[in-house]
Nanobody, 114 residues
Framework: QVQLVESGGGLAQPGGSLRLSCAASGNIYHILRMGWYRQTPGNQRELVAVFTTSGSTNYADSVRGRFTISRGNAENTVYLQMNSLKPEDTGVYYC????????WGKGTLVTVSA
């Protein structure tokens, strides 16, 4: 079993910033992929930013240049620095880790509004 604990969501104004954190614990001996997805109102869950097996990063076109994914000193922790936030970034952000089986966090709400 793998547990994911997310934090850092909240309310931001357009143009503002937020930082999300995710820490994984449990059976995480070989992480294949770890990162962030989101579900915005009326849409399906979509990839935001992830680290792949090779250590490279993938970003959604809609966030590239504004969001940055990074790792903590331990590979089981990832962060998402979100800058220049837009109202359309509003949604629930989920941490995901793939270790053969895909695990999801409970999600953290991000609201971008004036």
């Amino acid at each position: 079993q793998v547990q994911l604990v997310e934090s850092g969501g909240g309310l931001a104004q357009p143009g503002g910033s937020l930082r999300l954190s995710c820490a994984a614990s449990g059976n995480i001996y070989h992480i294949l992929r770890m990162g962030w997805y989101r579900q915005t109102p009326g849409n399906q869950r979509e990839l935001v930013a992830v680290f792949t097996t090779s250590g490279s990063t993938n970003y959604a076109d809609s966030v590239r240049g504004r969001f940055t994914i990074s790792r903590g000193n331990a590979e089981n922790t990832v962060y998402l620095q979100m800058n220049s936030l837009k109202p359309e970034d509003t949604g629930v952000y989920y941490c995901n880790v793939l270790v053969g089986i895909s695990y999801w966090g409970k999600g953290t709400l991000v609201t971008v509004s004036a």
